[in-house]
């Protein structure tokens, strides 16, 4: 799980036992150094919280699965392009939420989604992803949503829909 910064520490910590209560065998919190001591502190014993001190170390975390997105806060630029350009071509499972969502939102670069991501974001995570959707039905903005991106879509809400092309 690539999750996590001062502000948003509880994002982390919840991503992290989701994936550990939905059954994942091991999990790995990566989150910034600074952050590290404070967010391993809330995460139960089972998961493992390790700091990195730059994006750039984004590109060589390594598992079966990543979750990523929750809580990362505003991002540099720079990061933003690493974190686009490693999502574009990872070759894992990867659900996409949160600030990752509003950052490939605001890069303009939706083409990044691929048939391995599912993405969730929120109602206003999703104005933000299909701004021309605005204004139509939540189910036929969805549906329109998944012709045009090879992604699964799990749009959350009071009743959730989760879709796919085809």
């Not at 391993?40 to 975390?61: D, F, N, T």
């Not at 969730?120 to 549906?143: C, M, N, W, Y």
Request: aromatic share 4%; glycine share 12%; net charge neutral.
């Amino acid at each position: 799980v690539l999750a996590g910064s001062t502000p948003y520490s509880g994002a982390a910590v919840l991503a992290a036992a989701g994936a550990l209560m939905g059954g994942a065998g091991l999990v790995t919190l990566h989150v910034p150094e600074h952050a590290a001591g404070v967010i391993a502190a809330k995460c139960p014993p089972e998961i493992i919280v390790r700091g990195y001190a730059s994006a750039a170390e984004w590109p060589h975390l390594h598992g079966d699965a990543l979750v990523v997105g929750c809580g990362l806060g505003p991002l540099v630029p720079a990061a933003v392009e690493i974190l686009i350009d490693w999502l574009a071509g990872i070759p894992i499972p990867t659900v996409i939420d949160a600030d990752a969502l509003n950052h490939i939102a605001q890069s303009g670069r939706r083409g990044v989604f691929s048939a391995r991501h599912v993405i969730t974001p929120h109602p206003g995570e999703f104005r933000r992803l299909a701004p021309d959707l605005d204004g139509v039905s939540r189910e036929q903005a969805a549906r329109a949503f998944a012709e045009g991106c090879p992604a699964t879509l799990l749009l959350k809400g009071s009743r959730s829909i989760v879709t796919r092309r085809g």
